[in-house]
């Protein structure tokens, strides 16, 4: 599995449970209605620089291949956001009360229903998920409430690659012959 796989995993179940936009912070794109959570990648990649397990896998399509497997850990950091406002039907929103809320249910989705990620065949496993902290920022003439975690995960990184294999080695003079 790569970091991209795992990531989209996440993001998706993540978006899925707390019912709001799950998008990746400093893009250059239109910023999501109100409440919504972005998310930034810390490390991609933390390996303990084990040799891994390596393995040659023949395929019927693709031939031999080298196929190299090791576990890693990667960190997200997540930052659930909302702002004071009127609804449609004149109630009110306190964006306080909204960005802890939806930070409460994001952390629960790590600590319960996200606990083991299933990415396609394969498991993506949370190691450690931090406290909700307050990450409000001042803009313009309003405050944007937020508050977020992060989350450290773990899957197993695997690269493949074509490989060439010998199935009989004949030399002139070989002994067992």
């Not at 229903?113 to 394969?122: F, R």
């Not at 931090?130 to 690269?159: C, H, K, L, Q, W």
Request: aromatic share 10%; net charge negative.
């Amino acid at each position: 599995m790569t970091f991209v796989q795992a990531r989209d995993a996440i993001v998706s179940g993540l978006e899925k449970h707390i019912g709001c936009p799950v998008v990746l912070s400093d893009q250059i794109a239109d910023r999501p209605e109100f409440p919504y959570c972005y998310y930034s990648v810390l490390t991609p990649r933390t390996s303990n620089h084990t040799f891994g397990l390596h393995e040659v896998v023949e395929g019927e399509e693709q031939g031999c291949r080298h196929i190299r497997s090791e576990p890693v850990e990667a960190t997200m950091s997540f930052t659930f956001c909302g702002q004071n406002r009127e609804t449609e039907d004149g109630s009110y929103i306190y964006g306080e009360d909204e960005a802890l809320g939806l930070a409460e249910k994001g952390h629960g989705f790590f600590l319960l229903n996200g606990h083991c990620i299933l990415a396609g065949s394969e498991d993506v496993v949370i190691r450690n998920v931090g406290s909700v902290a307050n990450r409000s920022g001042f803009v313009v003439e309003d405050t944007v409430r937020r508050y977020g975690f992060d989350v450290r995960f773990a899957y197993i990184r695997t690269d493949e690659m074509p490989a060439a294999t010998i199935r009989e080695a004949r030399t002139p003079g070989n002994t067992h012959e």
